[in-house]
């Protein structure tokens, strides 16, 4: 779909928008601008003390090790850790965007209000307290861990209840008795540094979950499980339950729920401090939440205990609130049909960056989708005739491979993700 020096809006600096920034203005397309709400670059990866954008906490690292977490073409100071924090991760993305120049596409504190679809395929975008500007090409960075998903409990919790999304320090819940809602990194994250100073830390666990420590056999774990990528499926699910077992033994011991699912049919949960908390008596595990009475919870399994405050670490919605829901709304959900997660099949000018849930790190991805959106926009790739059929497909393959939850609607296996891209790149 090319056009004669298209104008390109993107929403987003954060780490899928400023690799989306740097591939277009490599590839000459710098009639572009990108819209960020924030004071500066990087989304969910600045850390504030303040309720605000969706950000990390105060003792976040990332999950996936550092050699896989890098963009194709920058890697990450060699003095990092194997599992850099949040702050070595902000600088990370304020290095890169110096280095490529890329502040000077973006207008920061400007808050997209509405997004509208002219007849022509063009996007008409209103910025909060700007004017109505028109473009050609639409790219949508702007992340998934904004809008919490709440989910709904029978009863009434006279304490204070909060989902993960708020939570930032550990020090207000000194000397209390906290519940974790949850199973994901987030919950596990919060289990583990609220354990540090409260006087009771249980958490609820309503499916069973692999929770996977960080490092296997000396090297981190997501390094060590690609000697297994060249095996088939079940084989490489067998040697991954395998190796865990001999890590971990079974889940049993650390009163948890045993999955019945391979390790990687679900989302991981990457933790090497939460069983050691568990079998050290400052983390207890829960079952499912039944009800509440008052401070009072009870559990599926007829356990009643009382609590002063709830962490509800539920996951996020998809959030696209620029748009009218009538146009587009995947908040709840439960196929989200894009080509490669980027190619909208009916709206071939609308990209998105970064609209998945890897296995591993996102943007590395997101620099692979970034790199052939730039060549889509320059006509040097063109989009298949059949998209909305394979658009269906990959919704497909997402409900074939992963378990069907609201968490797995985007969700994809990194290395097979990472070698269906560089397969377009190199078309």
């Not at 992340?143 to 006279?158: C, D, K, L, M, Q």
């Not at 829901?325 to 709840?332: K, M, R, V, W």
């Not at 959900?333 to 591993?360: E, N």
């Not at 989708?369 to 059949?386: C, F, V």
Request: proline letters at 6%.
């Amino acid at each position: 779909m090319q056009k004669d020096n298209p104008r390109i809006a993107i929403i987003g600096a954060g780490c899928s928008g400023i690799t989306t920034i740097k591939n277009l203005a490599e590839a000459g397309l710098t009639n572009l601008v990108c819209f960020e709400q924030n004071d500066q670059i990087g989304g969910n990866w600045i850390f504030s003390p303040k309720i605000s954008h969706s950000s990390v906490c105060e003792t976040t690292h990332i999950i996936s090790s550092k050699k896989l977490s890098e963009y194709l073409d920058y890697p990450m100071p060699e003095h990092y850790p194997d599992y850099p924090s949040h702050t070595q991760l902000l600088a990370y993305f304020q290095s890169y965007a110096q280095t490529f120049d890329i502040e000077q596409y973006i207008r920061f504190n400007t808050k997209v209000s509405s997004v509208v679809k002219n007849q022509n395929e063009t996007w008409t975008i209103t910025p909060e307290n700007g004017n109505p500007e028109k473009f050609d090409f639409l790219l949508v960075a702007n992340g998934h861990h904004s809008e919490p998903r709440i989910p709904e409990f029978s009863g009434h919790f006279s304490g204070k209840i909060m989902h993960s999304h708020e939570y930032k320090t550990s020090a207000p819940f000194k000397d209390q008795r906290v519940l974790i809602v949850g199973m994901g990194n987030s919950a596990c994250d919060c289990a583990v540094e609220i354990s540090r100073v409260a006087d009771f830390v249980a958490i609820s666990q309503r499916h069973a979950q692999y929770v996977i420590p960080k490092f296997m056999m000396g090297k981190p774990t997501d390094i060590f499980n690609e000697t297994t990528e060249k095996l088939p499926r079940f084989m490489r699910g067998f040697f991954q339950k395998l190796g865990l077992y001999l890590q971990v033994g079974s889940y049993k011991n650390y009163g948890l729920l045993t999955p019945k699912h391979g390790p990687t049919d679900s989302h991981p949960t990457v933790n090497s401090e939460l069983l050691y908390k568990i079998r050290h008596g400052k983390v207890h595990p829960r079952r499912g939440i039944e009800s509440f009475d008052k401070h009072a919870v009870q559990f599926t399994d007829g356990q009643t205990e009382d609590y002063d405050t709830i962490i509800l670490a539920t996951g996020y919605k998809i959030a696209t609130p620029f748009f009218d829901p009538n146009f587009l709304d995947y908040s709840d959900a439960d196929r989200v049909p894009l080509y490669l997660r980027m190619f909208h099949p009916t709206h071939p000018s609308l990209i998105f960056i970064g609209l998945f849930q890897p296995q591993g790190a996102i943007w590395p991805a997101s620099d692979a989708q970034a790199r052939l959106a730039a060549k889509y926009i320059s006509g040097k790739w063109t989009m298949p005739e059949n998209i909305a059929a394979l658009a269906e497909q990959d919704s497909d393959e997402i409900e074939r491979l992963f378990l069907k939850e609201k968490r797995h609607t985007i969700e994809v296996n990194y290395n097979e993700f990472m070698g269906r891209l560089r397969e377009e790149l190199r078309s």
